[in-house]
T-cell receptor, first 115, second 113 residues
């Protein structure tokens, strides 16, 4: 397996534009996590899914953020409209039987810059 | 409140020297414990994990960590650091019964010749 695949690796966009980040988890994994990493706040869990169903989205900062998982092999994180303070590295991770008691595998991240 | 603390933001060691990175957690019960490493521009890679049993766990790349319940600590160690170990290291906890991971703020390791 190629691991967790995220795209794009880098995204530069103007304030107010819509941004969509994509993630392909490892085949067979039933949990998918979206994290945001910034210098100020470190790694924050935004949302996670179990069997394509959102379980906990309490980390999503505001309504401008939304995430979907239409099937077991694909998830998106959308920001609309984007703001400069959304600039960060966004990581997707997947695991089998939950990341709290087993290993979570991380993608290489998407570095988002909003200007 | 639940928390994961890595008190050292940045550590510099000489190549060949020993290393210890500190991690303390605050949870109601002993959680699952992890150490991840992040190289520049890369995602996080699992170094080792503790679920139960032997409190000294061995990981990849020559790392080990010791769980000390009395101190709520899970410190990462390596007897002899290599230049390739320069990276950011994250301690993480997974509360038992939960399905997510909470990360510390990370410790950046610099290795000097």
């Amino acid at each position: 397996d190629a691991g967790v695949i995220q795209s794009p690796r880098h995204e530069v966009t103007e304030m107010g534009q819509e941004v969509t980040l994509r993630c392909k988890p490892i085949s067979g994994h039933d949990y998918l996590f979206w994290y945001r990493q910034t210098m100020m706040r470190g790694l924050e869990l935004l949302i996670y899914f179990n069997n394509n169903v959102p379980i906990d989205d309490s980390g999503m900062p505001e309504d401008r953020f939304s995430a979907k998982m239409p099937n077991a092999s694909f998830s998106t994180l959308k920001i609309q409209p984007s703001e400069p303070r959304d600039s960060a590295v966004y990581f997707c991770a997947s695991s089998f039987r939950g990341g709290g008691n087993t290993e979570a595998f991380f993608g290489q991240g998407t570095r988002l810059t909003v200007v | 409140a639940q928390s994961v603390t890595q008190p050292d933001i940045h550590i510099t060691v000489s190549e060949g020297a020993s290393l210890e990175l500190r991690c303390n957690y605050s949870y109601g019960a002993t959680p699952y414990l992890f150490w991840y490493v992040q190289s520049p521009g890369q995602g996080l890679q699992l170094l080792l994990k503790y679920f139960s049993g032997d409190t000294l766990v061995q990981g990849i790349k020559g790392f080990e960590a010791e769980f000390k319940r009395s101190q709520s600590s899970f410190n990462l160690r390596k007897p002899s650091v290599h230049w390739s170990d320069a990276a950011e290291y994250f301690c993480a906890v997974g509360p038992r019964g939960a399905n997510n991971l909470f990360f510390g703020t990370g410790t950046r390791l610099t290795v000097i010749p």
